[in-house]
Structure formats: C-alpha cells, structure tokens
C-alpha cells in the first residue's frame, strides 16, 4: 500500500509508529490505522445513540437545537480544518472527535453529575473513561474480542481527563496522568476543537431558544467584537442572518489563532517526534488574549444559560429519572434486562452504571415511565 501519511509532519501520529492495538490485527491493505478507527467509531451503536442524547437541550425540546452526534461532527470538522494546517493526522483527530463523547449519559452534564452521585460508594462513573469502555468493552461487533479494538492513540484522545485512581489501574495508557505527560498533539487538538464547538453552539442554541439575548451578549468582548465587524461589513443586518455571520467569524477568529499559536508552539519546541511531543508540555493552545477572551465566554455561559432557571428545572428532572432509576435497579435487580443482572456475571452498580449512560434522553424518559407509571406497559 502506497504511504497514505507521507504528508505528515515529523512530530504527527503516524500508523507506521503506532503503539498497537490490544488484539494485533494484520493491516488493512487500502486504509491507514486511524483511518480504521474513525470507521469503528461511525459504525458503532454508541455513535448512533449520540443522535439521541443532549448537550444543554434535551432531545425533545426542539429539532434545531445541537444533539451530541451534531456536536461531535462540528468538533470533527474544526479539528479536521486544524489538524490539515498544522500537517497533523486528521484520520487521527477525527477518530478521537468522533468517539469523544460515546461515553456521554443521557441528559447531558446533569445526567453525568447524577450518575456519578449514585456510584460514589461503587467506584463513581466519569463520563471520559466511560467513553473509553465503550471502545475497550461494551461495543459488541467483533467475533474474537469485545469493543472496537482501537489503536493506542485513538484511546489515548479519547481519555481526555482520568482521575489518578482510575489511571493507576489502565496501565500503559493511564501513566501519563500519574507522570503529567502529554498526549498526542491531535489528541490535545480535539480537546480544543471540542471547546471552540461547544462555546459557540451553546450561545447558537441560546438564542435560538430564547434563554439567552442578544443584549446580554453585549457584555462578551468576543462576541462585540465580531458583532460590530459584521454590523460594518453588512449595515442593517439583523436576525438570525447577523447572529450566524457572528458566530461564523467568531468560530474563524479561534481557529486561526489556535493554529497560529500552536506553529509558533511547535517551531519553539521544535519536537522530532511524536514520543517529544509527549515529553514536552501542552503545544495546542490559544494566544493569552484569545485564552482569556474564551474564558470570559465561557463564565458567561455559565451564569446565563447553563444556570437558566429553565435549563435547571430540566436538569433537575434529569437528575430525578438518573437516580429513580439506579435506585429501583439497585433494589431489585430483576427489573434490569438480563445482560445487565449480576447473575449473569459482573459487578451490579457498574452494569447498572453501563445500562443507564446507554441510554438516549428518550429512552430514559421511556423507561422511568415503565418502571414508575402504574398505566404505563412494560
Ligand atoms: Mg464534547
């Protein structure tokens, strides 16, 4: 096979140099091993969930709102974009946006918060390290082993964030936690990539909905600093024409000045290879201004759209359904469906764990109803 990454700069992730996969597989003969991986991750189930599962908005409030699965692909696109500028592996960092939030609960952060309240005393649930089950573990597609068997790096992306208990005991792949190492540089890519996605849909999705105004933005530097661009580019725009021309350059400012700022990054590191990438310290990053501008957006979002009365009684139903749930499993776990009983073998607060963060808002929502509403069919 002709080399699909000699484009590649020195220090990028290259198939030839991975470190493996778990169970050794011969190579494809007409795709590279990231290129393999991104196609696992689209073909699994949890990917299809995605569709079906929120970022701030649940599922059923609205068909125009951002899903995780529409989210992931807006993280792939802007890393993609990122990585072909910087001569990185954008198979890799396509791989790892595509698979980053498989191991999302339903509902969002406040599924998540929820879960991991009801497994304090069993280990607790990250929603990072259960995405990396998904692809280790729970995918069943393979004759000869479970998961997706994915190559190091690709897993590596995925476990963005790893408490030190939780590291100690992945091995290989937790020891940069314990030794404050770095990943990939497409790996610290698609973290980034991800927080350019989420802020801008997220103030996308808040004025659509009516949570946020337009007024309220006025306060955000970076979003009054690109409005007035586009008032002057365009004089008597308004709507959601202005909003997404906004949001367009906003999104275009960030980019460029992560890329920017990372070639300069790299050159002053100069790193050989993908092992001194790892050695040195975090290469991906926005210029200080452009940091701080982010930031302020962020605790701007924060206070007046994830903080929203309404978006809290949303996730305070949320919390409800994730913890009735767990609660009526853990006290008889014969309502669970087979595969998920301890019986069958497992341990029982982690199985139920896996079940509920499969699960789609919809589904939960669904199942709360069977196991609660006396009316309601099983
Ligand atoms: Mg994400």
Redesign the pocket.
């Given at each position: 096979m002709t080399d699909l990454e000699s484009h590649l700069a020195p220090y990028a992730a290259r198939s030839a140099h991975t470190r493996g996969r778990v169970h050794a597989e011969p190579a494809s003969s007409s795709r590279s091993e990231f290129q393999r991986d991104r196609d696992r991750v689209i073909h699994s189930t949890a990917f299809r969930r995605l569709e079906y599962k929120t970022q701030v908005f649940v599922n059923h409030e609205g068909d125009l709102f951002r899903t995780?699965l529409t989210?992931?692909l807006e993280?792939a696109q802007i890393a993609r974009s990122i990585a072909r500028n910087l001569r990185l592996n954008e198979d890799l960092v396509e791989a790892i946006s595509l698979a980053?939030?498989l191991g999302h609960t339903p509902f969002g952060h406040a599924g998540q918060d929820a879960l991991n309240t009801c497994m304090k005393n069993h280990g607790g649930f990250e929603h990072n390290l259960q995405s990396l089950l998904v692809v280790d573990e729970l995918e069943e597609r393979y004759g000869g082993f479970n998961g997706l068997n994915l190559t190091f790096e690709t897993r590596e992306g995925i476990l963005k964030h790893c408490s030190r208990v939780n590291a100690a005991a992945l091995g290989e792949l937790g020891r940069r936690f314990l030794e404050g190492a770095q990943p990939s540089l497409e790996a610290q890519l698609a973290n980034l990539a991800?927080e350019i996605?989420?802020n801008n849909h997220d103030i996308d999705d808040g004025l659509r909905s009516g949570l946020l105004t337009l007024e309220q933005l006025d306060e955000v530097p970076m979003w009054g600093r690109h409005r007035a661009e586009v008032t002057a580019a365009f004089p008597g725009i308004n709507g959601r024409r202005a909003i997404n021309e906004t949001v367009r350059r906003m999104i275009n400012t960030l980019i460029v000045d992560l890329i920017e700022t990372t070639g300069r990054n790299i050159a002053a590191a100069s790193p050989k290879t993908i092992d001194a990438v790892r050695a040195a310290g975090p290469l991906v990053a926005f210029s200080p201004k452009i940091h701080e501008e982010a930031a302020a957006l962020k605790r701007f979002l924060f206070r007046h759209l994830y903080r929203h009365y309404l978006v809290m009684r949303m996730s305070a139903k949320a919390q409800r359904i994730v913890s009735d749930l767990f609660s009526a499993f853990m006290q008889d776990s014969r309502l669970l469906p087979p595969q998920y009983q301890a019986s069958h073998g497992g341990d029982q607060p982690r199985l139920i764990a896996h079940y509920i963060a499969g699960m789609t808002d919809r589904y939960a929502i669904r199942e709360h109803r069977r196991i609660f509403a006396v009316s309601e069919s099983n």
């Open positions: 995780r989210h992931s993280v980053h939030d991800d996605a989420y």
